[in-house]
């Protein structure tokens, strides 16, 4: 009887089982069902009922409370200050899609056990979802930065402080700052509230680094330091550093020792220096240089002289370690011999003996700018060195041609014709170098002839440079150095090279000028002219080819032979045509 009992329970309960099984699993399919292409109910959006609405339904609900979330709003309150920030400030708008995707989601994410609790706790208790917000990250970043301008303190650190003779010690001072990242989120998770937009300020306290209690010995250094004079001695000479001068040059630097801060207090070094050069200067004495003079041909050396200075730096470190002491508060200014850069005996063993070429070149007196050039030209190669296997470049010795140099605009050949260019008239000094070369003997690297042929120059022997174009380049293939000396009068200038006598000699010819080609005209109207009378402005020349050959002799033996082209080309003719009525 017990078991039969026993089976109709068992049978009975399973039906139960079943029954509620089906009856949950009934609901749940008429869950899905119902819910297939809308939001499950009990969903809210921003406290707005969206349950068991079509997407196009809800849309037109967040459309609307997006209206009212974008319109408000928020306010930022420390103390008695308030910052005010519009969501359009930030660029904040809400996300239309993905706050649907949002509610949406509710219900159908996870696994199966997860959607059916999650759909069952909806019918029973309403769920909120925040509206997704896009708004723009550096607008916001700009907003927090001027409220933490307002806020923000730096916190002071104790210090030592030192009026007339009495030194004490500042206090210090907490500072604040405030949290810019809980901000931030505070003020986008207002954007989701209706009311009230109202965000606290999070300020924190930001300790200094140096306290009180961290500087009693620092003030004791200090006290040690202007206590009394400092005595600065070199041989029979002395100067007193007074205590005002000490105070005036104390100086402090912040620095951390593991976890801890300090003040590392010193002389100022920039102080001590300057005033050991002012009281020093009667000790110290530049070198010189062993210099070339001239006695007609030949080249007479000038000694050079040792200098003496004072180890500035040693005496610094010295000054301010006695100022820490209470005996022997003097320093010994210690001092070393200064060696000049060329010596009486560098000067010697250069061979910078004698003149071994020259050359002349003239011009006219008339046209001032031009000679102002060439004169500050010849400034510029005056004294040069050219040291055995160097390569001269006039461009990189010269440099740019320009009016901080004092170069001044002057008549130069411009794609045939005379042009007024800023540094016109370099190429004079530069052909009186070529020649100068050229009869030395040496080797010419790079050379180049005026595209005009000038009649006043060394036929077939002018050069013409141009900054970053044409240049004018010579090896001193000797064993000596070489010095330039230049000489210019109103109407001339001068190089000469002084070096070693090594038995050159230099043979030259030129040839006759041929490939002639004509010159074209240009012609220009002259209202100034009357009309029906012309004037010629510039003269044509005709291009030709001429080259000029070289032989150079040491010691009666031929050692070199070359030859310089030059191509000239036809220079135009203007003539000024007349049209005054």
């Given at each position: ?8 329970w ?43 609405k ?12 997006a ?8 306010s ?20 239309q899609?993905?706050t ?5 989601s ?14 069952l706790n ?19 970043t ?14 002071e ?27 931030s989120?505070?003020?986008l ?5 209706r009311?009230p937009?109202?965000?606290h ?11 009180e209690?961290?500087?009693?010995e620092?003030?004791e ?7 009394a004079?400092v ?29 801890s ?7 100022d ?20 240089d ?33 100022s ?23 000067a010697?063993?250069?061979g ?10 003239y011009f006219s ?35 740019p ?15 045939g ?20 070369i ?20 060394p ?12 240049d ?21 200038i ?17 040839s006759?000028?041929?490939n002639?080609?004509?010159y074209?005209t ?7 002219l ?5 004037k ?8 030709r ?5 070289r032989t ?9 032979k ?7 080309k036809?220079?135009t003719?203007?003539?000024l045509v007349?049209?005054?009525?």
């Amino acid at each position: 009887m017990k078991q039969i009992i026993e089976k109709r329970w068992i049978r009975t309960s399973i039906s139960i089982i079943a029954a509620i099984i089906f009856i949950v699993v009934s609901l749940g399919v008429a869950d899905a069902a119902i819910y297939a292409n809308k939001v499950h109910k009990g969903v809210e959006i921003g406290g707005v009922p969206v349950g068991g609405k079509t997407g196009k339904e809800a849309i037109s609900d967040i459309d609307k409370l997006a209206s009212v979330l974008e319109s408000k709003p928020i306010s930022i309150r420390y103390l008695d200050k308030t910052w005010t920030v519009r969501p359009k400030d930030i660029n904040a708008q809400v996300n239309q899609d993905k706050t649907l995707e949002r509610a949406f989601s509710l219900g159908r994410s996870g696994d199966a056990k997860r959607i059916i609790k999650e759909r069952l706790n909806l019918w029973i208790k309403e769920r909120n979802v925040k509206p997704v917000f896009d708004y723009n990250p550096d607008k916001l970043t700009k907003f927090i930065n001027k409220i933490a301008k307002d806020v923000d303190k730096l916190p002071e650190d104790a210090g030592i402080k030192i009026i007339g003779d009495q030194v004490t010690i500042t206090n210090s001072k907490n500072g604040q700052k405030i949290d810019q990242n809980i901000l931030s989120s505070k003020i986008l998770d207002a954007l989701v509230l209706r009311s009230p937009r109202l965000v606290h300020l999070v300020v924190n306290v930001v300790e200094p680094n140096i306290h009180e209690n961290d500087l009693p010995e620092t003030k004791e250094i200090v006290e040690q330091m202007i206590g009394a004079p400092v005595t600065i001695k070199y041989h029979d000479k002395s100067w007193s550093i007074t205590q005002q001068q000490l105070t005036d040059w104390v100086s402090f630097n912040k620095i951390q020792s593991r976890d801890s801060w300090g003040l590392d207090v010193n002389l100022d070094k920039g102080k001590v220096a300057s005033y050991l050069k002012k009281i020093t200067a009667t000790i110290v004495s530049e070198p010189k240089d062993a210099k070339f003079d001239l006695k007609g041909d030949a080249v007479v050396i000038l000694p050079s002289e040792a200098g003496l200075k004072v180890d500035i730096e040693k005496a610094v470190d010295g000054i301010n370690d006695a100022s820490k002491t209470r005996e022997e508060r003097y320093v010994m200014l210690e001092t070393e011999i200064v060696k000049p850069k060329r010596t009486t005996e560098d000067a010697q063993q250069m061979g910078i003996k004698e003149k071994v070429s020259s050359y002349t070149t003239y011009f006219s007196a008339r046209q001032a700018p031009r000679v102002h050039n060439i004169q500050t030209l010849a400034r510029a190669l005056d004294g040069t060195i050219v040291a055995p296997g160097e390569v001269f470049s006039f461009n990189g010795h010269v440099g740019p041609r320009s009016a901080s140099k004092g170069y001044e605009e002057a008549m130069a050949i411009i794609n045939g014709e005379l042009i007024p260019t800023l540094g016109g008239g370099i190429c004079q000094v530069a052909t009186t170098l070529f020649n100068t070369i050229f009869f030395g003997g040496y080797e010419v690297v790079e050379r180049h002839n005026h595209s005009l042929f000038i009649s006043h120059y060394p036929t077939g022997r002018d050069a013409t440079v141009s900054y970053g174009g044409p240049d004018l380049k010579f090896k001193n293939d000797s064993q000596a150095h070489i010095l330039i000396k230049t000489w210019t009068t109103p109407s001339s200038i001068t190089i000469n090279f002084y070096s070693t006598n090594q038995g050159i000699k230099v043979d030259y010819s030129t040839s006759r000028p041929s490939n002639f080609t004509s010159y074209p005209t240009k012609y220009i109207k002259d209202p100034s002219l009357p009309k029906g009378v012309s004037k010629v402005r510039d003269k044509g020349i005709a291009g030709r080819d001429i080259t000029a050959y070289r032989t150079v002799f040491k010691n009666g033996t031929v050692v070199k032979k070359d030859k310089f082209f030059s191509r000239y080309k036809p220079g135009t003719q203007v003539i000024l045509v007349g049209t005054k009525q």
